[in-house]
T-cell receptor, first 114, second 114 residues
Framework: AQSVTQPDIHITVSEGASLELRCNYS??????LFWYVQSPGQGLQLLLK??????LVQGIKGFEAEFKRSQSSFNLRKPSVHWSDAAEYFC????????????FGTGTKLQVIP | DAGVTQSPTHLIKTRGQHVTLRCSPI?????VSWYQQVLGQGPQFIFQ???????GRGNFPDRFSARQFPNYSSELNVNALLLGDSALYLC?????????????FGQGTRLTVV
């Protein structure tokens, strides 16, 4: 069965600073990988996804992520954080083929300070 | 176009009661998935329905059931509620069946069991 680990429960960064959120996955086959963002009281919004091809994927709101098969990682990055980026971020891995079971990590809560 | 809509937004129930949560997918989407998100955790997969048939089920007891209607809307039913069922219940709709299609999430139903 697949699993996702987000080692950082809470991260605080200054506005304008760079950001990297860590994600490690476990899955025997080629993974489908996702990053979602959840603002308080809101549902989940897809930031970006990796299915195949270029290992550096670009998403919305200036986010990018890099798939590293050798490290089983899919870290999320942003060069300059804005106060509106404060939210909870979830990494997820999807089962290929069959049905659509997506396994989420426990999330990383991002706080942005002025 | 309207996004994924869920009703009600908030609900308080007593232990032992039954609850029905509703989800309307984006127009044209035939696949609906349900997730449970306990406070401080990532969403956990409960069910996936496609073309009115159950296509996948997570590790949840038989107290949890769901169905999908001809118009592709869906209901999640939970019987004999326990305090531990208190969570945000998220519905996601997709155009197709496979994981490779993007999931769009509703804002969720916050269920509190007292």
């Amino acid at each position: 069965a697949q699993s996702v680990t987000q080692p950082d429960i809470h991260i605080t960064v200054s506005e304008g600073a760079s950001l990297e959120l860590r994600c490690n996955y476990s899955y025997g086959a080629t993974p489908y990988l996702f990053w979602y963002v959840q603002s308080p009281g809101q549902g989940l919004q897809l930031l970006l996804k990796y299915f195949s091809g270029d290992t550096l994927v670009q998403g919305i709101k200036g986010f990018e992520a890099e798939f590293k098969r050798s490290q089983s990682s899919f870290n999320l990055r942003k060069p300059s954080v804005h106060w509106s980026d404060a939210a909870e971020y979830f990494c997820a891995v999807g089962v290929s083929g069959g049905y659509q079971k997506v396994t989420f990590g426990t999330g990383t809560k991002l706080q942005v300070i002025p | 176009d309207a996004g994924v809509t869920q009703s009600p937004t908030h609900l308080i129930k007593t232990r032992g009661q039954h609850v029905t949560l509703r989800c309307s997918p984006i127009s044209g989407h035939k696949s609906v998935s349900w997730y449970q998100q306990v406070l401080g955790q990532g969403p956990q997969f409960i069910f996936q329905y496609y073309e009115k048939e159950e296509r996948g089920r997570g590790n949840f007891p038989d107290r949890f059931s769901a169905r999908q209607f001809p118009n592709y809307s869906s209901e999640l039913n939970v019987n004999a509620l326990l305090l531990g069922d208190s969570a945000l219940y998220l519905c996601a709709s997709r155009l197709g069946q496979g994981t490779i299609t993007e999931a769009f999430f509703g804002q969720g139903t916050r269920l509190t069991v007292v």
